[in-house]
T-cell receptor
Framework: GQQLNQSPQSMFIQEGEDVSMNCTSS?????WLWYKQDPGEGPVLLIA?????ELTSNGRLTAQFGITRKDSFLNISASIPSDVGIYFC??????????FGAGTTVTVRA | KAGVTQTPRYLIKTRGQQVTLSCSPI?????VSWYQQTPGQGLQFLFE???????NKGNFPGRFSGRQFSNSRSEMNVSTLELGDSALYLC????????????FGQGTRLTVV
């Protein structure tokens, strides 16, 4: 089940703005993954994080693995219309299972 | 290389029937996990298979079962379908185990009427 608290639940952003979302948990994770899902499609992996404190970028996306291993954030810089979608965080523990956040729905105002 | 392939993409079944969904992982990936996604519950873990063995299982009733073949392809079966089983069923494959990235297929949209 879902053990991750993802926030915000939804956001409306202006094109060109920077946005941030985060996930927190009471459990420690070994890996943090960030996915984006378009309607009717499967989630697409955006960024994978493997070490506490790690900061990784993928184009306009930047994500960090929290020092406590219980949280992660994702930033999107200079948002564009195709950034619309649902963003999920996922954490993986020693038992290999992925736990997912409830998702952040992003809508961009042109 | 080819991504994760799920078939069929869409399925309509009636209550009481059973259904089998298929997932072909990325070549070389040995782990396949299945998830149920609904608007109210989000992504819920069903089970994971690695080298033909079920390694993890989520909190779903026994009507949900799966298996993995020697070529790592996996099937998921749901028996005695209920209306509440309507969902997007996603499978994800990964190379090995811990600290590896999981890649999702496009999903199978199951509608139970």
């Amino acid at each position: 089940g879902q053990q991750l608290n993802q926030s915000p639940q939804s956001m409306f952003i202006q094109e060109g703005e920077d946005v941030s979302m985060n996930c927190t948990s009471s459990s420690i994770f070994n890996t943090w993954l960030w996915y984006k899902q378009d309607p009717g499609e499967g989630p697409v992996l955006l960024i994978a994080l493997y070490k506490a404190g790690e900061l990784t970028s993928n184009g306009r996306l930047t994500a960090q693995f929290g020092i406590t291993r219980k949280d992660s954030f994702l930033n999107i810089s200079a948002s564009i219309p195709s950034d619309v979608g649902i963003y999920f965080c996922a954490g993986q523990r020693n038992d290999y299972k992925l736990s997912f956040g409830a998702g952040t729905t992003v809508t961009v105002r042109a | 290389k080819a991504g994760v392939t799920q078939t069929p993409r869409y399925l309509i079944k009636t209550r009481g029937q059973q259904v089998t969904l298929s997932c072909s992982p990325i070549s070389g990936h040995r782990s396949v996990s299945w998830y149920q996604q609904t608007p109210g519950q989000g992504l819920q873990f069903l089970f994971e298979y690695f080298s033909e063995t079920q390694r993890n299982k989520g909190n779903f009733p026994g009507r949900f079962s799966g298996r993995q073949f020697s070529n790592s392809r996996s099937e998921m079966n749901v028996s005695t379908l209920e209306l509440g089983d309507s969902a997007l069923y996603l499978c994800a494959s990964s190379w090995l185990s811990m600290n590896t990235e999981a890649f999702f297929g496009q999903g199978t949209r199951l509608t139970v009427v």
